[in-house]
Each structure stands twice: as C-alpha cells, then as structure tokens.
C-alpha cells in the first residue's frame, strides 16, 4: 500500500473535506466520527455540524501522484473520500466543482468516488462539471470520464435493494459495490430496477442479476467488495453472507475482493482454529473477538484480491 493509506483496495486516500452526518445503520460505528473524536480540535469539525475545506497543500497531493503515475507508466487508485462523503448535501456545490476540476486534470489516477448518498450522485455530478468545457463540448456530454468509479456503500438487502438501482442509473465506467460493514445476507441475483431510478422514469422494473443484466450494453455492477465490522462495537459478519457474495460473483464473472472479518471471526475460521479463552464450546456458529488483525482477510483459506480491468 502506498504512504497514505492502509485501505486495501486503494493507493492513495484524498480528502477535500471533513465532516459528515449519519445517514444508515452502515454509519453506527462510523471510522471518520471516531477519528473526529481522537482528534479533538485538530479536526477542525464536530460530527452532523459544518464540513470544513482541506487545505491547499493537501489539494495539491493529487497532482503529484498524478505526475508520478504519468512518469512510472502506471495507475494509482485513489479513495476520496475517507473523511467525508463526495456526495453530502451539506457541502457547498463549489467545493464539488473544484474536486471535478482536479479530477479533470489528474488522468492518470483512477479516482474511486465511494458514497452512502448514491442517490445524489447523478444529478451532483452533472451540476458539478455543468460550466466546465473539455474540448467543444459541455462536460457533461463527455461524462463519463474514463478515470471516475462510481460506488455505492450497501450493508444489507434492503439498502442493496433501495441502492443498487440508483447505482446503476450514475453513467460511469467502473461502477461498485462496497459491503461493508456487511450487517445481514445480500443476494444481488433478484433486484428490481427500472421504474423511475435516476433519468429514465418510465423504465419498466425488471427484476435480475445486477452482476450481469441480460441485455450486454445494460448497467451492471463491476466490483464488489466485501468486509466485516472493525472498531469498537463492531457487529460480527456471517461468513455464509460473505460466501453467497464470493459465489454470486464468481457465476457471474465479476471481481471480488475481500477486504476484511473485522473485529470478530466466527469459531472455525479462526486463523489457528483454536477457541480463545471463554469460547471453547466449538459450536460452530460461535463468534470469536479476535480484533482486526488477527481475523484476517482469509475466507475459507484464501484471499480474494480481484480488481476490475
Ligand atoms: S456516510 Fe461515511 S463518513 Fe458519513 S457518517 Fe456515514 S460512515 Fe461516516
């Protein structure tokens, strides 16, 4: 991983912002708020109260990984944001179009726009790249941009089920699917989409496979990443939850990458298989608190570490 970020499945974290308000259960035991807390003032923000703008020097970053990837022949993947989310209504529009603007002028880098607020992602992005003008067309006529991923954070059927359509109705080249904290079992084979979701409101609901939609050119999602709970009062995820998803994928043909147990490992997954003090009942349904590092990302003895092409 690169210097800034343990996050598996990217190079380099950015944040334009800090700040955020809860918006799902998948918030409860929220990474950035805690991190607010440790920070105390040197934060700069109160959790649910006003976003606050990252500096210039930090905005900077981005086209320095940008030269570098250029130089090395390569691409880094960039989470934005960590802190925050892209699409928060509470953020003020301009700070939006000048991230769209960096976005714009870093091609190298792979820019993977990671929201709770998929709903607001279309209609955010056209209003954010509206004035910009790429060549003789509007922006928006060229969107999507081939460096953006669009991705949606689901944590149980019923927000996949509310989510997923909306995901589908963002234009983007990569869109994803991040499971995590995965609360309750996802089946991705049988979502109703159509009817109204983002621009086309007299699309008929036509319930399938959103990893592969029947007709070729029809939105599906690309990625799926999967991971438990980690921090204090994290909830433990089934692992039969993860494997349906392993599974759904792998039918499908579809990348998925497994991030992470979180703070808890059911008894016979265990790294060692050995029980820990006070559970020793070797019932295979029993949860052991592990933390993080010791429950690993093995699922059923191997890791799964696919990206999209
Ligand atoms: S959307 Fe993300 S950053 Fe915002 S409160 Fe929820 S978990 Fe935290």
Redesign the pocket.
């Known amino acids: 991983m690169a210097e800034n970020t343990a996050i598996e499945w990217a190079d380099h974290t950015f944040n334009p912002w800090v700040g955020?308000?809860?918006?799902?259960p998948?918030?409860d035991h929220?990474?950035?708020?805690s991190w607010a807390k440790r920070a105390g003032k040197a934060a700069g923000v109160t959790w649910g109260g006003e976003r606050r703008r990252t500096s210039e020097a930090n905005w900077r970053k981005p086209l320095q990984w940008n030269d570098q990837a250029q130089r090395e022949g390569r691409r880094f993947r960039v989470f934005c944001a960590s802190?925050?989310?892209v699409f928060d209504n509470q953020v003020p529009p301009e700070w939006r179009e000048d991230l769209f603007e960096l976005i714009r002028k870093t091609p190298h880098l792979d820019w993977l726009l990671l929201t709770?607020r998929i709903g607001n992602a279309a209609q955010m992005i056209e209003a954010a790249i509206a004035n910009f003008d790429i060549g003789y067309v509007p922006a928006y006529a060229a969107w999507p941009w081939p460096n953006v991923w669009i991705g949606a954070t689901v944590t149980d059927q019923a927000e996949a089920d509310r989510d997923v359509p909306k995901l589908l109705a963002v234009p983007a080249r990569v869109r994803f699917l991040s499971i995590e904290p995965m609360l309750g079992p996802i089946d991705l084979t049988g979502i109703a989409v159509g009817g109204g979701h983002g621009h086309h409101e007299f699309d008929p609901i036509i319930t399938g496979n959103v990893l592969k939609r029947a007709a070729s050119d029809a939105p599906h999602v690309h990625w799926v990443i999967v991971g438990g709970e980690s921090g204090p009062g994290a909830r433990p995820m089934h692992p039969d939850w993860a494997r349906s998803l392993r599974d759904q994928c792998a039918a499908a043909g579809v990348p998925f990458l497994f991030k992470q147990w979180g703070e808890w490992v059911q008894w016979q997954q265990h790294p060692d298989h050995l029980p820990t003090s006070g559970h020793d009942s070797g019932d295979p349904l029993e949860f052991v608190k592990t933390g993080k590092k010791a429950a690993g990302r093995q699922l059923d003895g191997r890791t799964h570490d696919e990206f999209p092409a």
């Open positions: 955020c308000t809860k918006v799902s998948g918030c929220c990474y950035a708020e802190l925050a989310d709770k």
